[in-house]
């Protein structure tokens, strides 16, 4: 008899031409891995020689070679027609008889091996699932189906579509002759994921390409509903170190609205229909911790074995509460991305701008100016509008996400709507003194940020010329470019571009944007009075009868995310460092906070740690700091403590730190300090012999020397850091740093703004110099620029 049938778990990656790329993985699979605990449903391969002999028992090939030879090929106009002729005959044409003995047989035998008598028929195509052309989804696959006379009539529809029209064109498009692509059909034991949950694993992080993490993503119901992206689905990252070292490996999840699931429908004809979710399905992740991380485990098992990214389909049966996976193919959209490029812009006009002001990012944009005076304004914003305002605050954040632009009266290149823009990737002017009286609601103007320091206002829409440059291409430095980053989930893409690390993890911008809840207000929750802000954060923590570990664990999800995006690359994160006018705005904070005459010289950084106004919220930070660094095996992660005004405080700070877990050079733990007040410069030998390293905060530093403050729009033109004064500091202090052993590098917009600034630390031996993500390019060829003159020089 011929060799119609294969059992699963006898056929592996060598088998492809024989049962198809979704078949032999699924053998592979069963073969290789289940004796490392990866569950995989079992079943049988209909092989593609029962196909062809399908094919030639009923003389079918002329036939379909003739319909499909009538395909208009430039048009595809007939496309419709020519692909339901062929499924036509595929349909009317009966099994040879030797085909659907060797079927029932094998049907029978799965049957009596399994409590579970409904199957899954899947097509299986000999090109599917090769690393430079994934055929997944172009084929039909039958799910839920019960007794051998309807799984009879699923291979036959499984051979019809290798005929249906986006089949026939994805062979066109990917250069397969249409009869050269054989079909085989798995069938398995139905997982009754209906009644649990499904979805997908990508064992590379999708976006942006990145090696360090799984993804994982899923829903309710049958898995269909997230391969088609029907549904708004709950996601996670895992770290693959941690899963390797038997550490806590979720470093982030979402929790996705999942407003319906696709489960098999009771109505004869209809095989499957759309449920709404209860509001406690989707208030719930669909899978629990400890799932998470088998899965996680399983895929890079896979992974591992296939040597290779892949894009895995993972199921929950809902009556045995099983884990399986269900399909493995190679990843592909990685594989084809070409090199991440970023782009300039110029802008050519005549015009003079109606505004200017400080520019934020290095771009153009145009749009319809939306007028915003409170959050009352807010229904009046559209996507793609360019919001104009007195000022922003961080009650805006959600807001300010529908904008392409930002343009403010007031504030200076380091305010709260210069640093949201840059973490948006979307380009501000700020500080323009009459923006909203200049301009009106609808108005269309253009915005151009693409000229230095100075952003300018243009009326009307203006057309400029854009120019690509190749990331990739960039020169290697001497000098360590590093990043400042506040926003996680601008990590993945980031961690793409040329660069040593993180040089600034801003803490408090994590705390503002994803926990919103001053940590006090968690510690002493209990005591908070009824009202708004009470209710507000017993939403936020309705899943944690602790409420302070839904501080922790949030904000340890959060560094880890960037952490294992840049791993094994530095991560250096400062402590939080808000102003008590700025802690007071988050939920319960107006309770902890006092008011201040200056809060920018008050109760700020390092002061705050160890004081009984905030020390146990200091704590809190503390211990997702550990648990990042030892439960997530994430050891890149090193801390900073900023505003550090005395020997003493910093003892003390330290010794605060120890309390909960985090000793200096305990576990390679190294801890550094904020160069931003005279007093560190004057003292740096001293510190030295506290702290690892150094990072010159320019902005502060130079404030404090000059004695200005940095917000004022009256003293504002005064602020310079190439000020002699300023530069005198910052030579003194990396002379004194290296002497005594200590990293020193620098966090600031200058190098990328001035060249003659990066040749000035480049001369100084600096170790490294961190720029917000619009700077970076910049900063590299500037650095370069800098470190090539030194050559010539010597």
């Given amino acids: 008899m011929k060799n119609f049938i294969r059992s699963l778990s006898q056929v592996s990656m060598t088998d492809v031409a024989s049962v198809g790329g979704k078949n032999a993985s699924l053998g592979e699979m069963l073969r290789a891995l289940t004796p490392l605990g990866v569950a995989v449903p079992d079943g049988f391969a209909i092989t593609v020689e029962a196909y062809q002999n399908f094919l030639r028992v009923n003389n079918l090939e ?61 097509s299986s195509a000999t090109a599917e699932d090769s690393p430079h052309a994934s055929f997944a989804g172009q084929h039909d696959s039958y799910l839920h189906i019960t007794g051998i006379d309807h799984v009879l009539l699923a291979v036959k529809k499984c051979y019809a579509s290798l005929f249906n029209e986006r089949a026939i064109k994805y062979r066109l498009d990917n250069g397969f002759s249409d009869l050269q692509v054989g079909l085989s059909v798995g069938v398995q034991h139905m997982v009754r994921s209906d009644r649990g949950s499904a979805g997908v694993i990508f064992t590379i992080e ?19 509903s997230v391969v088609q992206g029907a549904v708004n689905t709950d996601e996670f ?146 996507s793609g509008d360019i919001i104009v305002t007195d000022i922003t605050n961080p009650d805006w954040n959600a807001l300010l996400k529908k904008a392409v632009c930002i343009v403010t009266n007031k504030g200076g290149r380091t305010s709260h709507a210069s640093i949201i823009a840059r973490e948006l990737g979307i380009p501000a002017v700020v500080g323009t003194a009459t923006a909203t009286d200049v301009l009106v609601d609808g108005q269309e103007i253009t915005v151009c940020c693409a000229h230095g320091d100075e952003g300018e206002v ?40 040329p660069n040593e690390g993180v040089g600034l993890l801003r803490m408090e911008f994590m705390i503002s944007n994803t926990l919103q809840i001053h940590p006090m207000a968690l510690v002493r929750y209990d005591t908070l009075p009824e009202g708004a802000d009470k209710k507000q954060i017993a939403a936020l923590t309705r899943h944690y009868s602790d409420r302070k570990q839904f501080f922790v664990d949030k904000l340890a999800e959060s560094i880890a995310l960037v952490a294992a995006a840049f791993y094994p690359r530095e991560v250096i994160v400062r402590m939080s460092d808000f102003k008590t006018n700025e802690y007071a705005r988050l939920l319960g904070g107006k309770l902890f906070e006092p008011e201040e005459e200056n809060p920018m010289l008050g109760f700020r950084g390092a002061s705050r740690y160890y004081h009984e106004r905030y020390a146990a919220g200091f704590g809190l930070e503390c211990m997702a700091i550990r648990r990042v660094r030892t439960e997530m095996k994430l050891s890149n992660v090193k801390v900073m403590i900023p505003f550090c005004r005395t020997l003493a405080e910093a003892e003390q700070v330290l010794a605060v730190m120890q309390q909960y877990g985090l000793t200096r050079h305990e576990h390679g733990l190294e801890v550094y300090m904020m160069a931003e007040i005279p007093s560190n410069v004057l003292l740096a030998g001293k510190f030295a012999r506290l702290f690892d390293g150094f990072s010159i905060g320019s902005n502060d530093l130079t404030q404090l020397t000059l004695g200005l403050d940095r917000d004022s729009a009256i003293v504002s033109d005064l602020f310079d850091e190439n000020n002699e004064a300023v530069k005198m500091l910052i030579a003194s202090l990396v002379d004194t740093a290296h002497r005594h ?54």
């Fill in 458 to 497: 243009y009326s009307g829409r203006l057309v400029w010329e854009e120019k690509e440059t190749k990331l990739g291409e960039l020169p290697h430095t001497r000098t360590h470019p590093m990043l400042i980053l506040a926003d996680p989930e601008k990590a993945l893409l980031y961690a793409s571009y």
């Fill in 62 to 122: 002329p036939t379909l070679q003739a319909s499909l030879e009538s395909l208009d090929r430039a048009s595809l106009g007939n496309l419709k027609e020519v692909g339901a002729a062929c499924r036509t005959m595929i349909l009317k044409a009966a099994l040879p008889p030797a085909v659907e003995g060797a079927i029932r047989q094998a049907y029978e035998t799965l049957m009596a091996s399994n409590v579970i008598h409904s199957v899954a028929v899947r």
């Fill in 741 to 794: 052993g200590a990293k020193v590098g620098l966090c600031g917009q200058a190098p990328s703004d001035y060249p003659e600034f990066a040749s000035f630390l480049v001369s100084l031996g600096i170790d490294s110099v961190s720029f917000n993500p619009d700077a970076l390019i910049r900063g590299i060829q500037h650095i370069h620029q800098a470190e090539q003159k030194e050559v010539v020089t010597v």
């Fill in 206 to 224: 999708p976006e942006n390409g990145n090696q360090n993490l799984i993804y994982l993503t899923g829903a309710w119901g049958l898995g269909e």
């Fill in 237 to 382: 990252y895992l770290f693959k170190p941690a899963l390797e070292g038997n550490g806590l490996a979720i470093v982030h999840r979402g929790l996705g609205s999942k407003e319906q699931k696709l489960v098999y429908s009771d109505v004869p004809g209809k095989d499957t229909e759309w449920q709404k979710t209860t509001p406690a399905e989707r208030d719930q992740y669909i899978l629990p911790d400890d799932e998470i991380t088998t899965l996680g485990q399983w895929s890079l098992a896979i992974e591992k074995h296939y040597k290779m990214p892949m894009d895995i389909e993972w199921a929950k049966d809902g009556n045995t509460g099983k884990l399986y996976i269900v399909q493995a193919r190679p990843e592909t959209v990685q594989a084809r991305v070409a090199k991440i490029s970023v782009k300039e812009f110029v802008l050519n006009t005549s015009q003079t701008p109606i505004l200017r002001g400080k520019a934020v990012g290095r771009s153009i944009v145009r749009g319809r100016v939306s007028i915003v005076r409170s959050l009352a304004d807010s229904g009046k914003v559209n």
